[in-house]
T-cell receptor
Framework: RKEVEQDPGPFNVPEGATVAFNCTYSNSASQSFFWYRQDCRKEPKLLMSVYSSGNEDGRFTAQLNRASQYISLLIRDSKLSDSATYLCAVSSGYSTLTFGKGTMLLVSP | GAVVSQHPSWVICKSGTSVKIECRSLDFQATTMFWYRQFPKQSLMLMATSNEGSKATYEQGVEKDKFLINHASLTLSTLTVTSAHPEDSSFYIC??????????FGPGTRLLVL
C-alpha cells in the first residue's frame, strides 16, 4: 500500500459546483497534514494545513479523520481559477513530507 | 509568507555535463532544505534532506555521488547533477523550512538533458 494515496481524477466540474477530494495515508503515526495546490509546470503552494478539529478558509474546508486515516478537502462555489492539481502531504512530526500524486481539478464555465 | 528562490529556472544541457541548481531562502534562515524531483504526472519524490553544515541525507535509491548537495549557509543549498543523462531530465524543486513545520517551495528548475 502506498504511503499517501489520492484519486488522480480529473474531476470535471462546472463553475459554482462543490467538489471534495479525499486522501488516505498508511502511517498511523502521522501527525501533520497539509493540502498543496500545484498549477501546471509550477511549484506546489501551500493551500492549508489540516487540523484535527477541521478548519475552514473561505471556500475551502479541510477535515481529518484519524480513525480512518484520511484527510479531505472541500471546495465550495468552484471558480475557474481553482483548476489545478491538489496534493495532500503528510509528515510524522517534525520530519519530511510525503506527498500523494495529486488530484486534478478542472472547472469549466 | 516565506520566499524561496531557485536558479536557474530551466536548463538544457548535453549528456555528460554537470548542472548546478541553487536554492535560496530569501527572507528567513533555513537549517534544513529539501530537494525533490517530479516527473510528468507523478508526485514529488523527495531526493534528499540538506542540513546546513553537515552532510545531506539521501533517500533510498538516490545516488549521493551523482546528486551532490552542498548546504554551506543558512540561506543557500545547491544541488549538482553530475554527468547528467537524458533520464535525469525532470523538474527539480527545493523547499525550505523556517521555524514552523510548513515547507515553502522554490519555483523549480526544469532540466532537459539532450
Amino acid at each position: 500500500r502506498k504511503e499517501v494515496e489520492q484519486d488522480p481524477g480529473p474531476f470535471n466540474v462546472p463553475e459554482g459546483a462543490t467538489v471534495a477530494f479525499n486522501c488516505t495515508y498508511s502511517n498511523s503515526a502521522s501527525q501533520s497534514f497539509f493540502w498543496y495546490r500545484q498549477d501546471c509546470r509550477k511549484e506546489p503552494k501551500l493551500l492549508m494545513s489540516v487540523y484535527s478539529s477541521g478548519n475552514e478558509d473561505g471556500r475551502f474546508t479541510a477535515q481529518l479523520n484519524r480513525a480512518s486515516q484520511y484527510i479531505s478537502l472541500l471546495i465550495r462555489d468552484s471558480k475557474l481559477s481553482d483548476s489545478a492539481t491538489y496534493l495532500c502531504a503528510v509528515s510524522s512530526g517534525y520530519s519530511t513530507l510525503t506527498f500523494g500524486k495529486g488530484t486534478m481539478l478542472l472547472v469549466s464555465p | 509568507g516565506a520566499v524561496v528562490s531557485q536558479h536557474p529556472s530551466w536548463v538544457i544541457c548535453k549528456s555528460g555535463t554537470s548542472v548546478k541548481i541553487e536554492c535560496r531562502s530569501l527572507d528567513f534562515q533555513a537549517t534544513t532544505m529539501f530537494w525533490y524531483r517530479q516527473f510528468p504526472k507523478q508526485s514529488l519524490m523527495l531526493m534528499a534532506t540538506s542540513n546546513e553544515g553537515s552532510k545531506a541525507t539521501y533517500e533510498q535509491g538516490v545516488e549521493k555521488d551523482k546528486f551532490l548537495i552542498n548546504h554551506a549557509s543558512l540561506t543557500l543549498s545547491t544541488l549538482t547533477v553530475t554527468s547528467a543523462h537524458p533520464e535525469d531530465s525532470s523538474f527539480y524543486i527545493c523547499s525550505a523550512r523556517p521555524s514552523s513545520e510548513t515547507q515553502y517551495f522554490g519555483p523549480g528548475t526544469r532540466l532537459l538533458v539532450l
